[in-house]
C-alpha cells in the first residue's frame, strides 16, 4: 500500500469562483480526485513597499509552491483581508483579490505584517508512517429535510456522518507542524481563508494508499491532537478526528 494523503483537491488552488471550487468536488465517489502536490507551509514578514496588485516584503521566499495559496494581512490598512498569490519572485508577491477588485498596497511599509500560506495543499503522511484507524462510529439524527421536487417532494436524513479516529506516529516536529497547519487552516471554495471570507469550508480528501475513488473519502478534521512527545521531539503520537461527510449531508451538491 503507498502513502496515506490528506488534503485538498489541486483544481481548488486555482479556483476562478465558487462553482468552479465545488466543481472540483465532482468526481466523488466515481473517479479519484487529484489531489494538490503542494505540502503545508507557512512564513510570517514585515512589508517594504506595495504597489497595484504588489506587496514587496523582507523575507526570501524563491519556491513557486507559494502560488495559489493566500496573504493574509496581520496589521495595516487591509488588516484581516487575505489575497490569492498569483506569482512570486524572490521578495516580491503578485496578489489579487478572491472576490472583487484588487486594492493598491501602496501604503504597506516595515509596520505592515503578513502570514503567507500556501493555501488548500496536502499533507503525504511520512514512508512507513501510514495512519492506523483506531475508532469509526456512525451517527443518523432522526431529522429529516424535505426537498420540493416533484409531487410528495423527497425526503433525506438531516445528518449522516461517519467519524473516524486515526492515529498516526511521527518522528519529527517538523512533519506534526505541517500536518497541524493543514488541519486548521479552513479554504472556502475559491481557496481562499474562509474564516476571512465568511463562504462555507471545502472539505479534506482522506486517501488511503491507493489513488482509486474507493480509497478517498471526504472529512472534514475536527481535531488534531498530540497525545505524547518523545524528548526532543523525536517521536510524537498523534490523533486525527475526522469526520466523513456522506452524499446527502455534502453541501457542495
Known sequence: MGQWKLGYPSALRNASSEATGRAAYAAWTTNAITLSSVQPARLA??????????????????????????????????????YRIKANTANTLTLEAFK?????????????FVEICTGPATYSFPTGRNPVKEDVSISTEADMIRYPYYLGGIYLPKTIVEDIVLKVLLTSRSEFEKL????????????GDSLVSHMAGAPMILECGTHEAD?????????????????????????????????PNYRGW
Do not use: H
Open 45 to 82: 514578514s514585515a512589508a517594504v513597499s506595495g504597489g497595484a496588485g504588489s506587496l514587496t516584503i523582507s523575507a526570501s521566499m524563491t519556491s513557486s509552491a507559494w502560488v495559489g495559496g493566500w496573504c493574509k494581512f496581520r496589521s495595516g490598512t487591509y488588516e484581516g483581508q487575505a
Open 180 to 191: 497541524a497547519m493543514l488541519c486548521k487552516w479552513k479554504p472556502d471554495y475559491t481557496g
Open 215 to 247: 480509497y478517498q473519502y471526504l472529512v472534514y478534521c475536527t481535531e488534531c491532537k498530540k497525545i505524547r512527545e518523545g524528548k526532543g521531539g523525536g517521536l510524537i503520537d498523534v490523533q486525527l478526528y475526522l469526520q466523513q461527510v456522506a452524499i
Open 100 to 112: 472583487g477588485t484588487t486594492p493598491n498596497f501602496s501604503g504597506s511599509n516595515s509596520s505592515t
